[in-house]
């Protein structure tokens, strides 16, 4: 079983590649429950998206990211068949995948299936004002969008209470 106090230990002395490496021996022993599909999906996402910068990604190196890159893969692949009805991963990983598709493979169609699932995640959800705003990002100008971020304010540090890197980063970007 994971141990999410050391992930967590890792992750705040900013020792990513430890966190990463501790998450992907739980994935290898066969747990591949949500928790650790987030947690791996989004460090990998995480690391890759962060490749030049080395404050981050400090001691890796191309046969790292190639494992990197793969492991996002394997996971996302796993959760889409795995957890296609579960809110919190169509809300994570439509929120990476939108947000850069291309470290999922071709641009035009991960944009179209992170946005499916972000859809996906508000029609089960439509009243949940995190998925509404991550929903209605496209149209940030609107009043709807304005006022669903002040309703969603509430809510980050409820639903990302943990001390671990992807719930520290969703506080920070989903808090406008």
Not at 100 to 124: C, R
Not at 138 to 165: H, P, Q, W
Request: aromatic share 14%; glycine share 8%.
């Amino acid at each position: 079983m994971i141990n999410g106090d050391e992930v967590n230990k890792f992750e705040t002395a900013k020792k990513y590649q430890e966190a990463f490496l501790s998450m992907k021996r739980e994935w290898g022993k066969g747990n591949r429950d949500l928790s650790v599909c987030l947690n791996l999906g989004f460090i990998s996402w995480y690391l890759s998206v962060e490749s030049g910068n080395t404050f981050i990604t400090q001691g890796l190196n191309d046969t790292d990211y190639e494992m990197i890159e793969l492991t996002l893969t394997e996971v996302t692949e796993e959760g889409i068949r795995n957890f296609s009805a579960e809110m919190q991963f169509l809300l994570i990983f439509g929120y990476m995948i939108t947000l850069f598709p291309n470290h999922f493979g071709d641009y035009e169609h991960w944009k179209s299936i992170g946005k499916n699932m972000l859809s996906k995640a508000y029609e089960v959800e439509p009243s949940d004002p995190i998925i509404e705003m991550v929903y209605l990002a496209d149209n940030m100008r609107s009043e709807g969008y304005r006022n669903v971020c002040l309703r969603a304010k509430g809510y980050i540090k409820t639903r990302f209470k943990n001390k671990g890197l992807m719930d520290q980063y969703f506080q920070d970007v989903f808090d406008r």
